[in-house]
Nanobody, 120 residues
């Protein structure tokens, strides 16, 4: 099992920056990739940034050039650095990890979500 705990959300003004953290615990060595999603009421959860265990990062067009996903393996933590924030970035942000089970399947774990509000 993999457990995820997010932190770092809050209220920020348009144009501001914020960094979200996602600390992983449990079967760390089985993680294949991690990602950040976000969701607003009435809409589907949206994948915005993805970082595989080996390979390049990927971003949704809506955040490309403004958000950066990166990891600190020593702390088992993945971050989402957000810059040039816009009101439309307001959402609940979720961390996700895809990990390999003992039987060779893949499961997903989610964090509890952290609210980001961009408003003046």
């Amino acid at each position: 099992q993999v457990q995820l705990v997010e932190s770092g959300g809050g209220l920020v003004q348009p144009g501001g920056s914020l960094r979200l953290s996602c600390a992983a615990s449990g079967s760390i060595s089985r993680i294949k990739s991690m990602a950040w999603y976000r969701q607003v009421p009435g809409k589907q959860r949206e994948l915005i940034a993805h970082i595989p265990s080996g390979g390049s990062t990927n971003y949704a067009d809506s955040v490309k050039g403004r958000f950066t996903i990166f990891r600190d393996n020593a702390r088992n933590t993945v971050y989402l650095q957000m810059a040039s924030l816009k009101p439309e970035d307001t959402a609940v942000y979720y961390c996700n990890a895809d990990w390999e089970t003992l039987l060779g399947g893949v499961k997903g774990s989610w964090g509890q979500g952290t609210q980001v509000t961009v408003s003046s």
